[in-house]
């Protein structure tokens, strides 16, 4: 009788160890599955900034006037602080964006702007809503990205 007491205590230790075993797995790939909607929702919202700056540097080029578009963003994706910003030189400007700190993150995607356009500005997510202003300085659209603030 003894041995069959240690029996059910070895089969319980296994079915305990390949129960953790099989919970982790599931763990990890919930993990990929949120990283990756986490992705696509930062590269998604990359495009809609880059489809404004695009709008807003021919609405400024084709008038010369001043333009400015603001866009309600969420303040985290998943779990994750996110940053958003605009660059340039002298090809054209761009639109890049990552998770983490934007003074020393790697941009994780970055999306073109079509045209000669000089850029510039970071958008930290959780801090506001984003603006984007447009001006033309003579030798084509400056585009500034910031934070909106009432007042």
Do not use: H
């Not at 041995?3 to 790939?29: H, K, L, P, R």
Request: glycine residues 14%; aromatic residues 10%; negative net charge.
């Amino acid at each position: 009788m003894p041995s069959e007491a240690i029996n059910y205590f070895y089969t319980i230790i296994v079915m305990g160890t390949i129960a953790f075993m099989v919970t982790g797995a599931f763990d990890t790939q919930a993990a990929g599955i949120q990283r990756t909607s986490e992705r696509l929702e930062l590269n998604s919202m990359l495009q809609a900034v880059a489809a404004e700056a695009t709008e807003l540097a021919s609405l400024t080029e084709a008038t010369g006037a001043t333009t400015k578009v603001s866009m309600r963003l969420p303040v985290v994706i998943g779990r994750s602080y996110f940053w958003i910003r605009l660059r340039s030189d002298s090809s054209g400007g761009w639109v890049e964006g990552g998770f983490g700190e934007p003074w020393t993150g790697k941009p994780e995607y970055t999306v073109e702007i079509p045209g000669i356009v000089s850029a510039d500005g970071t958008y930290k997510g959780g801090y506001g809503t984003l603006s984007l202003n447009c001006t033309d300085q003579g030798a084509g659209p400056v585009l500034s990205l910031g934070r909106w603030e009432d007042g």
